[in-house]
């Protein structure tokens, strides 16, 4: 099962090593991973995207917590959360139709044209994976991706819930 | 505010720490630390051959007194070849905090002479690490490694000290950190109400209780209040390998160690128990065999303050995080007034099965061919140390004779490497251990293949005057490998001989200790009575015994916990 960890943890010199590690180590798979300092400085936030069953989730969930560096860890995907990921992508625009083709694409998803070259367009979209796959899937029909770049998952709990020191 | 270097720090918060003994080994990015150890008095450096003996010693040392061992290495190969030292403590979880110089923090990463990322090299076998990179850093730096390395869940850290950092040249002010917080790190120490209710309700209920007591339960000085609630339940009790000597091996409620070398009553306890209460065990390979297959009636109440131990191998009904000190505090309390009577009724059907499986006697071995047989040796060192000796182990056969028939009455006094199995840990250990306890007796159970991985420490021996007995099964073959070939390869035994042994006498001599050779069984008495005669200086027990004895009983793979073959010809 698809399953969204979320970890706070000291934003200190190897700490992201120390999280890789564990994942390494004890052979669990890791889909996608995304980090960055919070709105406190001292802080990182990191998501990982994992596909595993329940006990194996449980032993990550331990694992990392188990990390001196670690504050908090909680399990999105146990609750009602909002998940996002943003790409950007490269796609070749040699013809007018495919131009048109690509920005009617580029509407439909809710996506924006963020730079434009003569001969390519690169579009940044946000959604949920599976929408970005779709995307991904719709330009390809039309037109040849030339790169593509992903943030990962990141998210947070609706509601009351959240991951505070 | 105090000014000094860093290097001056380094020494100054290992003494303000309370630091007595450091184990270490001099090289180009220490040398300020060394020069400033060699203006003081307050800590001890001892000089070891091999930085992995100086690991080993720290961990000896820990085991021993339940304080913080510490290592002080160079970098690169001073730092790598601690390796081996950290990841034994980390995989039993003893307390220790190893500093390892650094090349001067403008050439980390440019592959300087002797460097090593050692924060990198160790991150999957320490607890936490540390690389410091301001010198006023580093009295809250080897604080904090102290605090982390001896609460929780105990286990090594790393502090890697870049040299410019230590320089001896720049003074900065010296504050130590009197209380060390850590906002990510709070350890839970006390046990959940409910799940202690409900872990009570589940033992009383239980006719069939049994004690799984481990090496958490020596970690938290727990051998009184785990022996307190077996006697009030009046349940079997059995230990791991690692936790020997928790609860009194001479007890008669011990049914003896579990696990894949286990005393046949221990692990057919364990398969027909309705009820285990696990303190600070880890449910490991070599206890559970077939996980499939494990205790098919038992409701488990797993006591660990490691919360990722909990559920990890064998599920748990009722999981209770927290140290078995306290925990079994809560345990006591919660239970109340049981009346002893009716407790005893309650269990004497179990009692009367566990005697039958005791009558079997399954550690008595044949005699008589005028060979020496192991256990007669770990038999007549129990005698000659009135069971009160530190015994270190090597790994392999010696050691588990040793765990099998010596009884530990007492905690830490049984140090051996459980969990990574490392061979040359006994020899340091033992010289850790006496260290910390120099009037007393430490000893080693080793074999021809152990010492000779860190034989050369018989040197540091001579130089602090260690007067450790060496006790060393000589079967001129590594004789777990042998026994697993003689089962499994049909006695192909592939390079598991040596056929160019030294002279151990001469050997220990060369060295300026003693030794003795023994060969016939009708000598073992004697020579054992020598050994321990010589009070004040190393003796080396070179002792050769059956090359052809196996450790039984033993787990045969795949089965449940108490399949088990009795001797090379009976099983369960």
């Known amino acids: ?165 | 505010m105090e000014m000094m270097s860093g290097a001056a720090m380094v020494v100054r918060t290992l003494k303000d720490i309370g630091v007595k003994h450091v184990f270490g080994y001099p090289g180009g990015a220490v040398l300020d630390i060394y020069d400033a150890l060699y203006a003081q008095q307050d800590v001890e450096h001892v000089l070891v051959r091999h930085e992995q003996a100086a690991a080993h010693m720290a961990d000896g040392y820990a085991r021993s007194t339940g304080q913080t061992g510490t290592v002080l290495v160079t970098s690169g190969p001073g730092a790598t070849n601690t390796i081996t030292g950290i990841a034994t403590a980390f995989m039993d979880s003893i307390p220790m905090v190893v500093l390892s110089g650094q090349v001067p923090s403008m050439h980390i990463g440019e592959d300087a002479f002797q460097e090593t990322d050692m924060v990198g090299c160790s991150r999957p076998i320490v607890k936490h690490s540390f690389l410091v990179k301001r010198a006023v850093d580093i009295p809250e730096a080897i604080a904090k490694a102290y605090y982390i390395a001896n609460t929780g869940r105990p286990g090594p850290v790393v502090v890697d000290l870049p040299k410019d950092i230590v320089n001896v040249s720049e003074e900065h002010p010296y504050q130590f950190p009197e209380d060390v917080t850590m906002r990510s790190y709070n350890p839970t120490l006390k046990g959940h109400n409910k799940q202690i209710k409900k872990a009570v309700k589940t033992l009383l209920e239980s006719k069939r209780p049994i004690l799984y007591v481990g090496g958490g339960a020596i970690s938290a000085e727990a051998s009184d209040l785990v022996t307190e609630i077996a006697e009030k339940l009046n349940a079997p009790v059995t230990s791991t390998l690692m936790g020997l000597g928790a609860f009194s091996s001479v007890h008669e409620q011990f049914v003896g160690m579990l696990g894949m070398h286990g005393r046949l009553e221990a692990n057919k306890a364990m398969h027909n128990a309705d009820c285990i209460l696990a303190l600070g065990a880890r449910f490991d390979d070599r206890v559970t065999n077939n996980v499939d297959k494990f205790c098919p009636h038992a409701n488990i109440i797993h006591v660990d303050i490691d919360p990722a131990s909990i559920s990890k191998i064998v599920g748990a009904h009722v999981p209770v995080v927290g140290s078995v000190d306290e925990v079994a505090k809560q345990l006591l309390k919660e239970m109340g007034k049981i009346d002893a009577k009716a407790q005893h009724a309650k269990v004497a059907d179990w009692w009367e099965q566990i005697n039958q499986w005791r009558s079997r006697k399954c550690l008595e071995y044949k005699k008589g061919d005028g060979l020496i047989k192991p256990q007669e040796v770990i038999e007549s060192l129990y005698k000659h140390t009135n069971g009160d000796a530190y015994v270190s182990s090597d790994v392999g056969q010696h050691q588990m004779f040793a765990a099998l028939y010596y009884p530990f009455a007492k905690p830490r006094r049984w140090i051996n490497s459980g969990g990574l199995g490392t061979m040359g840990f006994g020899l340091p250990a033992a010289m850790g251990v006496q260290m910390a306890h120099p009037e007393a007796v430490s000893t080693v159970v080793t074999g021809d293949g152990s010492i000779q991985m860190n034989i050369q420490e018989l040197a540091t021996c001579m130089q602090y005057n260690l007067p450790i007995k060496i006790i060393s099964l000589n079967n001129r073959a590594l004789g777990m490998v042998r026994q697993w070939q003689d089962m499994i390869y049909k006695g192909r035994h592939s390079h598991s001989y040596m056929d160019s042994m030294p002279d151990f006498v001469k050997l220990a001599e060369a060295y300026g200790h003693i030794g003795i050779r023994v060969t016939k069984p009708e000598e073992l008495d004697e020579a054992m009575a020598k050994c321990f005669a010589a009070k004040d200086r190393l003796v080396f027990m070179d002792i050769e015994i059956d090359q052809n004895e196996h450790v039984y009983p033993m787990q045969i793979k795949f089965g449940a916990m108490d399949d088990m073959r009795l001797s090379k010809t009976e099983r369960t």
């Open chain 1, 1 to 165: 099962m698809r399953r969204i960890i979320s970890v706070l943890m000291e934003n200190a010199p190897g700490s992201l090593s120390r999280i890789v590690g564990v994942f390494s180590q004890r052979g669990f798979n890791v889909d996608s991973l995304c980090v960055a300092p919070t709105d406190d400085k001292s802080l990182s936030r990191l998501t990982i995207v994992t596909v595993a069953d329940d006990k194996v989730i449980e032993q990550i969930t331990k694992q990392v917590n188990k990390l001196i560096d670690v504050l908090k860890v909680s399990d999105l995907s146990d609750g009602h959360h909002v998940e996002r990921e943003l790409m950007l992508v490269k796609v070749a625009t040699r013809s007018e139709l495919v131009r048109a083709e690509v920005k009617r694409n580029v509407d439909i998803f809710r996506a924006q044209i963020v730079d434009v070259d003569a001969n390519n367009y690169t579009i940044q979209v946000t959604g949920t994976s599976d929408k970005l796959d779709a995307f991904a899937h719709a330009l390809s029909q039309s037109t040849e991706i030339i790169e593509a770049s992903r943030t990962g998952v990141c998210g947070l709990a609706r509601g009351e819930k959240a991951l505070r020191p």
